[in-house]
């Protein structure tokens, strides 16, 4: 295994918060991207025209540490309600380890996004365990 992170979802406010923790602990947001940038077409979600302009994905670093973060779409995991609005994520080492992990944590559990390809290089799925905890676990294909 390579790293965890905590993963951070919001209702619309992604941005605000991201500058808000890096105004407040420094850092640099070393990426931030929205729902507009996703490609479009077949296997991609279509969204509603409200959530374009919101937050696909964020990472403010801090030093040795890496805060993640989104706007979570409705219907986009489990509906976001304070307390559960965080996920760990875990940063693996193969393809085959990213498996093993994301079969243990799901079982007995709910898958929310079956492990997949993703556009962004990724071999990536999202799970809630059964204690309530909501998993990202993702290889980096291009360190294949």
Same mark, same amino acid.
């Given at each position: ?20 923790? =890096?105004?407040?602990? #420094?850092?640099? $947001? &070393? ?16 969204? *509603? ?12 670093? $801090? #030093?040795? $540490? ?5 706007? =979570? ?20 080492? &193969? ?5 093993? $992990?994301?079969?243990?944590? &799901? ?6 996004? *079956? ?26 294909? =291009? &360190?294949?």
């Amino acid at each position: 295994m390579k790293s965890f992170s905590v993963y951070l979802n919001f209702s619309g406010e992604c941005e605000e918060a991201f500058r808000f923790y =890096q105004q407040c602990m #420094g850092g640099e $947001i &070393s990426s931030m991207s929205r729902f507009s940038d996703m490609p479009s077409g077949p296997g991609q979600p279509e969204l *509603p025209a409200k959530y374009m302009d919101q937050i696909m994905h964020v990472t403010l670093s $801090i #030093g040795d $540490i890496v805060l993640m973060g989104s706007d =979570q779409p409705e219907g986009f995991g489990p509906p976001r309600q304070l307390g559960n609005n965080f996920s760990i994520s875990i940063a693996t080492s &193969s393809r085959e380890e990213t498996d093993q $992990i994301f079969a243990a944590l &799901s079982t007995d559990g709910t898958i929310t996004m *079956p492990l997949a390809d993703t556009f962004w290089g990724s071999y990536f799925g999202m799970c809630c365990d059964r204690f309530g905890v909501n998993w990202m676990v993702s290889f980096d294909l =291009q &360190s294949a």
